[in-house]
């Protein structure tokens, strides 16, 4: 096996799209809101449960026709409650040829509170009910809110599943060797949709072209994890900038546009992940 790092047919930039597709326990909504003025303590927000399932009614549909459109295939992060309250999404997303990550039952679910055996019992529920909706089981985790713990790695590999997409301490995926066997930890962004809720979305132009330029020029064999999400990335001023980035990372054919699960295939037939950070990009002593 190679032991140089590289993506296929020799992209200089892989670029991997997820869609958060998220939904929040009965009567409960995120901690966030577009609102500046929030309510007291134990009164039911209905106006941002409401906003909160605007993925499912509407985002979910323009994420779709926008990456159709680019014909790019994303990893749509699905909460399973989402099938309960909305089915017909779901099952687009399979249909329109795009993959469904497991992402928790509900997003304040999380796994941070569970023991050991709820989190392992949560983690197959799951996988569960995507492979008896859509017929497909999923083949990546991320935890809602990231709030894993020290056993979940660990209960994801003992559930079959190949990817683990809540890291934050690397950029390029890597091995992950946990007693189950092995994981394809993939990073994640820190930067989402979410950071613009009470700014401009151009904000969010400006981050991802930025990144893009730099890693482009300086740092040849990287990867962008592209985070938006359906209730919040799927409305239309959203959506137009997701567009806006599409096409000017698009202008470049060294570009790979590519899912977590064909990232974890690729690591997996190469034989091992990005290596430390100098030994991909030596630095030039200083006279």
């Not at 497991?102 to 050991?116: E, N, R, S, V």
């Not at 985790?141 to 994801?156: C, Q």
């Amino acid at each position: 096996m190679d032991k140089q790092f590289h993506w296929p047919h020799g992209k200089r930039l892989a670029v991997s799209i997820l869609a958060m597709f998220e939904v929040w326990s009965e009567g409960n909504s995120p901690q966030y809101s577009v609102q500046t003025t929030g309510l007291r303590a134990g009164t039911t927000d209905h106006s941002n449960i409401r906003w909160s399932q605007y993925g499912g009614e509407v985002g979910v549909y323009r994420i779709l026709k926008t990456l159709g459109d680019f014909g790019l295939r994303g990893t749509f992060c699905t909460s399973a409650r989402c099938i309960e309250l909305f089915p017909a999404a779901v099952s687009k997303i399979v249909h329109y040829g795009h993959e469904i990550g497991a992402h928790g039952y509900t997003q304040d679910g999380l796994l941070a509170y569970l023991t050991p055996q709820e989190q392992k019992k949560l983690i197959r529920d799951n996988v569960s009910a995507f492979e008896t909706h859509t017929g497909r089981r999923p083949r990546g985790w991320i935890s809602p809110v990231l709030a894993w713990t020290p056993e979940t790695f660990d209960l994801v590999a003992a559930e079959g599943l190949e990817w683990y997409g809540d890291l934050n301490n690397f950029d390029l995926p890597r091995i992950l060797k946990v007693p189950s066997g092995e994981l394809v930890g993939i990073p994640v962004t820190e930067f989402s949709d979410l950071r613009v809720l009470r700014s401009s979305p151009r904000d969010f132009f400006d981050f991802y072209k930025d990144v893009f330029d730099y890693l482009y020029v300086n740092e040849p064999v990287s990867n962008i994890t592209f985070v938006t999400h359906c209730h919040w990335g799927g409305r239309p001023a959203l959506v137009s900038v997701l567009r806006q980035v599409l096409e000017y990372m698009s202008r470049f054919p060294d570009v790979w546009f590519t899912t977590h699960t064909e990232i974890a295939e690729w690591v997996r037939k190469l034989g091992h992940g990005g290596g430390p950070y100098l030994d991909r990009h030596p630095v030039k002593p200083v006279a």
